[in-house]
C-alpha cells in the first residue's frame, strides 16, 4: 500500500503561483508513476501531469503545458507540482496518485493510489 498526502493548495489571484507537494510513506517503490489529476465542481476527474520514476518523462494535458511543471524528490518520497500563470479555470481539487505501472497513463485507472485531495483557487 501507499499513502499519499497533498498539500500546497490555496487561493490565489489569476496569474499567480503555487506549488503542490504530495508525500508519498509506505511501500513507495511500488509508486513508479507519479501523476496529479484536477476535478472541478460539477465535472469529471482530469488528468493534469504525470512523472516516471527516474523523472525523465513527463507528461501534461494541454490545458497546463507550459505552465505547469511536475517533478519528483524520489529520496524525499515527494512529488510536486509547480503551477504558474494560474487562471481561473484551474481552479478545482487537485489529487495526487501514485500508479504501479512503469509507463504514464493520462487516465483515472491507470493509478492505483490516490491522495485525498487538496483545493486551489484561482480568482479573476
Known amino acids: 500500500q501507499v499513502q499519499l498526502v497533498e498539500s500546497g493548495g490555496g487561493l490565489v489571484q489569476a496569474g499567480g503561483s503555487l506549488r503542490l507537494s504530495c508525500a508519498a510513506s509506505?511501500?513507495?517503490?511500488?509508486?513508479?508513476?507519479m501523476g496529479w489529476f484536477r476535478q472541478a465542481p460539477g465535472k469529471e476527474r482530469e488528468f493534469v501531469a504525470a512523472i516516471t520514476w527516474s523523472g525523465g518523462i513527463t507528461y501534461y494535458s494541454d490545458s497546463v503545458k507550459g505552465r505547469f511543471t511536475i517533478s519528483r524528490d524520489n529520496a524525499k518520497n515527494t512529488a510536486y507540482l509547480q503551477m504558474n500563470s494560474l487562471k481561473p479555470e484551474d481552479t478545482a481539487v487537485y489529487y495526487c496518485a501514485a500508479a504501479l505501472s512503469l509507463v504514464a497513463g493520462t487516465k483515472a485507472y491507470d493509478y492505483s493510489y490516490w491522495g485525498q485531495g487538496t483545493q486551489v483557487t484561482v480568482s479573476s
Open positions: 509506505g511501500r513507495t517503490s511500488s509508486s513508479r508513476v
